[in-house]
Every structure is written in structure tokens, then in C-alpha cells.
């Protein structure tokens, strides 16, 4: 299942062990969730499609997903989000799959008939968002569209001291992106599992299952570290109105995570998530 799903990914062409790990992690996911040979799915932050080929795949000829994301064509690298999409449309998976872009969820002309999606899918997209606000008039908006939420982040609560790094780098981005305006990182909102259950809570959607799914190979951990290390210096001269010691506390922060590293092995989160209706 997985190398058939991997060769519709344009990663598949120079990234295949990369995208194959991606992948097993998101056939967890949909596993988890349920997803239908038949189904109509709606998947809100599809980025280049991880999600939204693994969907396809479930789904089967009979079934169809829609992917939508706020970012452009443009947008991502080494692959754009739009290269990918195109791939995935060219692809045997194409004949289900819909992905378009600079689709803003809660723009008052983005809507969809009552219950037309039996899924509607958010999956590890909720850290991009702008405020915890976001994520709930997302969540509130959504209802009326489908059956069943399912929903998708890592976990921050983590179960062997190897996540560490992962958290703290994590945490390290949250901390400055707080102070932006815009952005295009992939850390703008730090939501913990709490945090997302109350906003789900809030916005009518009551939690049916819920699970935190371990995929120890994948190499999200160690992206978000290396991103951290490399820009940190950055990301603090460009922001004038931090407050000197919230500046000196992230670099110490960021010299915890430097000692850590060299001494401890690096795994990712898990990832925390639920269907609900």
C-alpha cells in the first residue's frame, strides 16, 4: 500500500525514503480514523499533499477528497505546494483528488452544502494557524459541512526524554513567532492536546476516540531543531519589541537544546488525535 500511494508523490522522484516514512505516518492516521472506500473527504491545510494521497488512496475510485490550504502555489521547497499538488492530479490517485490553494476557510465566501463531506480532515496544519481564536471559528464554521472531524497534531506530551528536543524546539519557535504579525513558519500556534480538546468542546464537536500515535522514524524532530539552530540569531535581531529578557531566555533555551543533542538521541513527538462529530 504504501510504495503505491509513495510513487503519486513528486518526493518520490529524489526523496522516496523520506516521503515513504511521511506516508506509513498518515496511513496510521486514516487507519485510526476510519476512512471509507466511498467517502467524501474535505481536508483543510492540505500543504503538498502527505495527507491528501493517503486519503485518496483510502477512499478509493468511488470516493473523493478535496484538499484546500491558504498558502500559494508558490509556497514551500524543495518541492512547492503546487508542483506536488499537480503531481498528485497527473497521478493513478488523480481521478479522486481536487487540491487548490489561497483558499481561506473562514473568508465569508468559502462555504459548502450541509453535510457534504462524510470526513472533513485537519492534519498537522493547526500549528500553522495565526491564534487560538483561528482554530476555533475553524472548528465552529466546519460543523455544518460533514459528519466527522478528524483531526491530527504532535503530542507535547512526551513519553521518552529522546522527544525532548522536539518540544523544546518547538516551544523556542512559539515563543518569538508571538511576537509576529505575519509569518510563514510551521510553528505560529503552540496548541497542546488540552488545548485542542476545549476547542473542539467549544465548537460543538463532541470526541469519540482519541489516541497518541508514535512513528519514531519520522524526521520532523529533527527538522524543527536544525530550523531552530540555524535561525534563531534571526529570528531575535529582527524583533525589536521583544523584551531583552525574554531574548536572553530563549538563548539559553537554545543552548539547553545544543547540550541535549550532542548527548541524547533525537526522536519525534507523537502524534495526538481523535475523530469527533
Not at 16 to 34: C, M, P
Not at 187 to 194: A, D, G, I, N
Request: charge should be negative; glycine fraction near 6%.
Amino acid at each position: 500500500m504504501v510504495d503505491e500511494i509513495v510513487t503519486c508523490m513528486a518526493s518520490n522522484n529524489d526523496m522516496s525514503d523520506i516521503q515513504r516514512i511521511q506516508t506509513e505516518h498518515r496511513v496510521k492516521l486514516a487507519e485510526f480514523w476510519g476512512v471509507k472506500a466511498g467517502a467524501r473527504v474535505l481536508e483543510i491545510g492540505c500543504g503538498q499533499g502527505d495527507t491528501t494521497a493517503v486519503l485518496a488512496h483510502f477512499v478509493k475510485e468511488n470516493g473523493f477528497v478535496h484538499g484546500v490550504d491558504i498558502g500559494s502555489r508558490a509556497y514551500g521547497a524543495p518541492i512547492t505546494l503546487g508542483e506536488s499538488a499537480d503531481y498528485i492530479m497527473r497521478s493513478a490517485l488523480g481521478k479522486q483528488v481536487k487540491m487548490e490553494f489561497e483558499i481561506d476557510i473562514l473568508a465569508s465566501e468559502v462555504e459548502f452544502p450541509i453535510n457534504s463531506f462524510d470526513y472533513i480532515v485537519l492534519s498537522h496544519c493547526s500549528w500553522y494557524l495565526e491564534s487560538h481564536e483561528a482554530l476555533l471559528s475553524i472548528l465552529k464554521k466546519i460543523r455544518k459541512w460533514g459528519k466527522q472531524l478528524c483531526f491530527a497534531e504532535w503530542d507535547t506530551n512526551i513519553n521518552t526524554i529522546e522527544q525532548y528536543p522536539h518540544v523544546l524546539a518547538v516551544l523556542i519557535q512559539a515563543q518569538y513567532e508571538s511576537f509576529k504579525q505575519t509569518s510563514e513558519a510551521n510553528v505560529r500556534t503552540l496548541f497542546t492536546p488540552s488545548d485542542i480538546r476545549k476547542l473542539a468542546s467549544e465548537a460543538g464537536w463532541k470526541i469519540e476516540n482519541e489516541d497518541s500515535i508514535y512513528s519514531p522514524k519520522l524526521q520532523d524532530g529533527e527538522w524543527e531543531v536544525g530550523q531552530v539552530l540555524s535561525e534563531f540569531e534571526t529570528e531575535l535581531n529582527h524583533l525589536n519589541d521583544m523584551p531583552e529578557k525574554l531574548a536572553s531566555l530563549i538563548k539559553s533555551e537554545v543552548s539547553i537544546l545544543k547540550d541535549h543533542i550532542q548527548k541524547q538521541e533525537m526522536k519525534p513527538l507523537s502524534t495526538f488525535t481523535f475523530t469527533a462529530r
